[in-house]
């Protein structure tokens, strides 16, 4: 069974406190890992999809990277505005026509 | 370009009530999904489509029903409404199962 698992469940920083975000999954064969913010009250909103290891996507103050294992999102000099529940999902590649697992988010506060 | 529309945002329902949550999007997207996002459980898949006229179970499928009769609309039906269906629901689309999934904003439903 597909697992996903986002560590830690809630991150506090200051503002400009550079952190990361973890993703540790088990899947029988990935087909892509997707990160998602959600906004109090609102729908998830995509960030980026990796496909194999050692793929990294940057976008503002984000950069997600991929290992066989695992997938970081890199928050660097944060600002409070970043603050959201950050989600992270899989598909697989075995079997059905359809998979995709989510983890259960790490809620992020900076505080400014 | 609205992206992922839903319909109702609230909605307070009494036990044994039916409802129709509907879900438009229009980016020509092939694949359509509704989730039920409840606090530490994370998102669930309901039921999803792959394409008009078509439909297929989720991970929490009992008490709902679903049909897509046009390739832009996806439709989510609760016959006989229980308080163990109070939860927000979200709709999303994607071009495939391995791209981005765009969600829309909710619809917080409560029954009492």
């Known amino acids: 069974e597909d697992q996903v698992t986002q560590s830690p469940e809630a991150l506090r920083l200051q503002e400009g406190e550079s952190s990361s975000l973890n993703c540790s999954y088990t899947?029988?064969?990935?087909?892509?890992l997707f990160w998602y913010r959600q906004d109090p009250g609102k729908g998830p909103e995509f960030l980026f999809t990796?496909?194999?290891a050692g793929e990294e996507k940057e976008k503002e103050r984000l950069k997600a990277t991929l290992t066989k294992k695992e997938s970081f999102l890199h928050i660097t000099a944060p600002k409070p505005e970043d603050s959201a529940t950050y989600l992270c999902?899989?598909?697989?590649?075995?079997?059905?026509?359809?998979?995709?697992?989510f983890g259960k988010g790490t809620l992020l506060t900076v505080n400014p | 370009n609205a992206g992922v529309t839903q319909t109702p945002k609230f909605r307070v329902l009494k036990t044994g009530q039916s409802m129709t949550l509907l879900c438009a999007q229009d980016?020509?997207?092939?694949?359509m999904y509704w989730y039920r996002q409840d606090p530490g459980m994370g998102l669930r898949l309901i039921h999803y489509?792959?394409?008009?006229?078509?439909?297929a179970k989720g991970e929490v499928p009992d008490g709902y029903n679903v049909s897509r009769l046009k390739k832009q609309n996806f439709l989510l039906g609760l016959e006989s409404a229980a308080p163990s269906q109070t939860s927000v629901y979200f709709c999303?689309?994607?071009?495939?199962?391995?791209?981005?999934?765009?969600f829309g904003p909710g619809t917080r439903l409560t029954v009492l």
């Open positions: 489509s792959v394409g008009e006229g078509t439909t």
């Open positions: 990796l496909y194999s």
């Open positions: 899947v029988s064969g990935l087909r892509g």
């Open positions: 999303a689309s994607s071009r495939t199962v391995d791209r981005a999934m765009f």
């Open positions: 999902a899989v598909t697989d590649s075995g079997g059905s026509n359809y998979k995709l697992t």
């Open positions: 980016m020509n997207h092939e694949y």
